[in-house]
């Protein structure tokens, strides 16, 4: 459990970090707004994630482990981090 929490952490930390840092961002190649956009895109599919996540968790009666919805926050979590290498490599930041 505290393996979730960690990383639910630093989900959270490092979208709050990237929203800043993506909208201060000049798109001025259309890889950059590719991957502003892929950026955009994953961050959403965190906090949706993020949401069944704890949902699961708080409603979890001790029949749900809640599996599930981690192995999903776990898969948007490596696409995000995709999305920010690529951010960064076509963006220039």
């Given at each position: 459990m505290g393996h979730q929490v960690r990383t639910i952490t630093s989900i959270i930390a490092v979208s709050l970090f990237f929203l800043v840092?993506?909208?201060?961002?000049?798109?001025?190649?259309?890889?950059?707004?590719?991957?502003?956009?892929?950026?955009?895109?994953?961050?959403?599919?965190?906090?949706?994630?993020?949401?069944?996540?704890?949902?699961?968790?708080?409603?979890?009666?001790?029949?749900?482990d809640c599996d599930t919805e981690f192995h999903n926050l776990s898969n948007d979590q490596d696409d995000f981090e995709d999305a920010v290498s690529d951010y960064q490599s076509d963006c220039g930041n």
């Amino acid at each position: 459990m505290g393996h979730q929490v960690r990383t639910i952490t630093s989900i959270i930390a490092v979208s709050l970090f990237f929203l800043v840092a993506v909208n201060r961002a000049t798109a001025g190649t259309e890889e950059c707004q590719d991957a502003i956009d892929s950026f955009h895109s994953s961050r959403g599919d965190i906090f949706d994630s993020l949401k069944k996540y704890a949902s699961c968790v708080s409603d979890s009666d001790g029949t749900d482990d809640c599996d599930t919805e981690f192995h999903n926050l776990s898969n948007d979590q490596d696409d995000f981090e995709d999305a920010v290498s690529d951010y960064q490599s076509d963006c220039g930041n």
